[in-house]
């Protein structure tokens, strides 16, 4: 069967003016993605994440663009449409949620417009139909008496109700992906915790599949089926959450959720040392090498060959080794302190 998603060795770079520098931001990235299941990507700031998904609705912006690999959606691939092809996919069959609803909210159109554009457009409702639509999906995301806030201006919301505003948007073309950037960065963690248990129900509900990009591995624990951990453009390790969580294989993984605080614990926090690289002038070799304990004297010369540990699990690291772990093997402390931190709303 088909995946819905498939981006296979994928590669963006930003381009200055005359090619004397180049960022690599994604480099070599590749991940399958089915309907109804939820991707998590994580990773430092600037280790390609958001790009990635840019890249997938054809909205890098200048001077990025797309210089290798393949991203087939439903079977067909995105790389080779023009512009005008990708404006009937974008918002009909892929949407994305940002992380800033003021930055996808016009503050000039009414909630009304703004949330009935994607509908008048992909799915040609108007009149009686549209304004019924619109009510539905406010009514969806729990916005309080929708017929009268489709009436009101963005300013007249909370960050709370913006964003769901934006979840509306999202959900009107009748996507079959939801590409979220961070959705959750801006609100207070019991307003995250209603939002997030509210993507979840208009999943289970429509079946849509969902890429949630974020820094905060609790909501990975809560939301994802799937994590793929990003670092210097490039996917490091990739498995399921269960998988990556009990038993991480790279060390960048392992420093990721020894930074996370665990219920009950006093041990003081693992810090990672240093600062991401350069995309433009990366090290040779493993790029995370500078800053890992674990370096070996290979990974300052070599860059790692991807190791596929068991399944779908994969990682690139000299030290990662194929072997056999039980399907029923038992959750770790760690996991299952890092599952109870997302359900209070770490």
């Known amino acids: 069967m088909t995946a819905l998603l498939e981006v ?3 590669q963006a770079h930003y381009v200055s003016f005359g090619g004397e520098r180049v960022v690599k931001a994604v480099e ?3 991940f399958t993605l089915e309907e109804g299941e939820t991707l998590g990507v994580v990773g430092e700031s600037g280790c390609g994440k958001t790009t990635t998904c840019q890249a997938i609705v054809n909205l890098l912006p200048p001077p990025g ?5 393949s991203i087939a959606f439903a079977g067909e691939e995105l790389t080779r449409k023009s512009q005008r092809e990708m404006r009937h996919i974008r918002g009909a069959q892929i949407a994305m949620i940002l992380q800033d609803p003021m930055a996808s909210l016009n503050p000039l159109f009414s909630i009304y417009r703004q949330v009935s554009e994607p509908a008048y457009y992909h799915r040609a409702l108007r009149g009686r139909g549209l304004r019924e639509r619109v ?3 406010l009514n969806a995301v729990r916005i309080p008496s929708p017929a009268m806030r489709m ?3 963005p300013h007249q919301m909370s960050g709370g109700m ?3 505003i934006v979840g509306a948007i999202a959900l009107a073309g009748g996507p079959r992906l939801i590409i979220a950037d961070e959705p959750t960065t801006n609100l207070d963690v019991t307003i995250q915790a209603q939002y997030l248990d509210l993507l979840k129900e208009l999943q289970d509900k429509t079946g849509v599949a969902i890429i949630f990009i974020t820094h905060n591995l609790g909501i990975v624990a809560r939301m994802c089926d799937k994590l793929a951990v990003m670092y210097a453009g490039k996917i490091v390790e990739a498995g399921t959450v269960r998988e990556l969580f009990n038993a991480p294989r790279h060390p960048y993984t392992k420093a990721l959720l020894g930074s996370m605080p665990k219920l009950g614990s006093k041990e003081k926090l693992l810090a990672i040392p240093g600062h991401p690289p350069d995309l433009a002038t990366l090290p040779p ?3 995370f090498h500078p800053r890992c304990p674990e370096a070996l004297p290979t990974c300052a010369t070599a860059e790692p060959p991807e190791i596929q540990v068991i399944g779908s ?3 690139r690291c000299w030290r990662a080794e194929p072997q056999e772990i039980s399907a029923t093997d038992a959750t770790t402390d760690s996991a299952k302190d890092i599952h109870a931190a997302a359900a209070v709303g770490d």
Request: aromatic fraction near 8%; charged fraction near 35%; proline fraction near 0%.
């Open 162 to 164: 913006r964003q769901r």
């Open 285 to 287: 070799g493993c790029a």
């Open 135 to 137: 009510r539905e999906l």
């Open 65 to 69: 663009r797309i210089v290798g690999g």
């Open 8 to 10: 296979r060795d994928l």
């Open 313 to 315: 699990w994969s990682a």
């Open 151 to 153: 009436r009101e201006y």
């Open 28 to 30: 070599g990235v590749s």
